[in-house]
């Protein structure tokens, strides 16, 4: 089974297997809802 690579939303960086993360679900314009997953350290929001 392939593994996938996770990157975080805010900084772009890859997500390891030890770091703690969190997932928010999005909706656009067009109804399509998207996961973004983002470090604990980075989701502030701006």
Not at 12 to 31: A, L, M, P, Q, R
Request: glycine share 2%; proline share 0%; net charge positive.
């Amino acid at each position: 089974m392939a593994r996938i690579t996770k990157y975080c939303f805010k900084c772009k960086k890859k997500i390891k297997e030890s770091d703690k993360y969190n997932s928010y679900k999005t909706i656009d314009v067009f109804g399509n809802s998207n996961y973004e997953i983002v470090h604990n350290n980075c989701r502030t929001i701006n």
